[in-house]
Nanobody, 126 residues
Framework: QVQLIESGGGLVQAGGSLRLSCAAS????????MGWFRQAPEKEREPVAV????????YYVESVKGRATISRDNAKNTVYLQMNSLKPEDTAVYYC???????????????????WGQGTQVTVSS
């Protein structure tokens, strides 16, 4: 069992930065691939980034490339998403998700993840 708790969201002006954190409980975190997704009002949940359990494989959705950095600290059971140069279109609820198999194959599909957090709101004002 893995429990995920996101934090770090908030209101920020366009061009600003935020670092989201996802704290995990459970012994399987260190072997889990971790993903970040987001969902804007009236839109489907979309992938943002993923990191393999070793940290050696990282992928981003095209819209955040160059502005986002995903990282993890297995000693702290935490995964991070640093978002820079934020835009109003980044406004969404951001979720972290865990895939206990550790694989990042098919990472963009929400169906492959085993556990989800409750989400943290990010609002970017123009």
């Amino acid at each position: 069992q893995v429990q995920l708790i996101e934090s770090g969201g908030g209101l920020v002006q366009a061009g600003g930065s935020l670092r989201l954190s996802c704290a995990a409980s459970g012994r399987t975190f260190s072997r889990s691939a971790m993903g970040w997704f987001r969902q804007a009002p009236e839109k489907e949940r979309e992938p943002v980034a993923v990191i393999s359990w070793t940290g050696s494989s990282i992928y981003y959705v095209e819209s955040v490339k160059g502005r986002a950095t995903i990282s993890r600290d297995n000693a702290k059971n935490t995964v991070y998403l640093q978002m820079n140069s934020l835009k109003p279109e980044d406004t969404a609820v951001y979720y972290c998700a865990a895939r206990t198999s550790g694989s990042v194959a098919g990472w963009g599909s929400s169906r492959i993840y085993d556990y989800w957090g409750q989400g943290t709101q990010v609002t970017v004002s123009s």
